[in-house]
Each structure stands twice: as C-alpha cells, then as structure tokens.
C-alpha cells in the first residue's frame, strides 16, 4: 500500500518506489530504498513529516503515494 495511506504514529518498510527515473532516484537519494524503515512522525495540511534512516523528511502526499510500504 502507499506510504500516504499510514497515519501518524504508524511505521512501515519501505517495498518500492514508484515513478519516473528522476523521481525515483530522488527518494532513494532520500533514504527510501526497499527494506528501510519509515514512520509517519505527524500529518500537517496535506504534507507528512516522516522518519527514515534517523532522519526526518517533509513530503507531499503525492511524492508519498510513489512509495510504496
């Protein structure tokens, strides 16, 4: 299921990314690469704050419905 679909305080691995080359490129630069831990850390009007290899990332919904948990 896509990562946009977890609520806050829920955590998931990370299968996939899906998209363009460019864009996934981009979120594996990010650290969402298949078998990495992420939690949604807080939703904030439409953006997700998550957590992903001891880091905390902004993304938009859109970017979080290519990532698939």
């Known amino acids: 299921m896509p990562l946009a679909f977890l609520k806050s305080g829920e955590t998931g691995v990370v299968k996939g990314v899906n998209g363009r080359d460019d864009t996934k490129r981009f979120l594996e630069s990010l650290g969402f ?19 992903v290899k001891d880091t905390r990332i902004a993304l938009d919904r859109g970017m979080a419905r290519r990532i698939m948990v």
Not at 34 to 43: D, K, M, R, T, Y
């Open 33 to 51: 690469v298949a078998g990495a831990p992420v939690s949604v850390i807080s939703e904030l009007s439409g953006n997700m704050i998550l957590s």
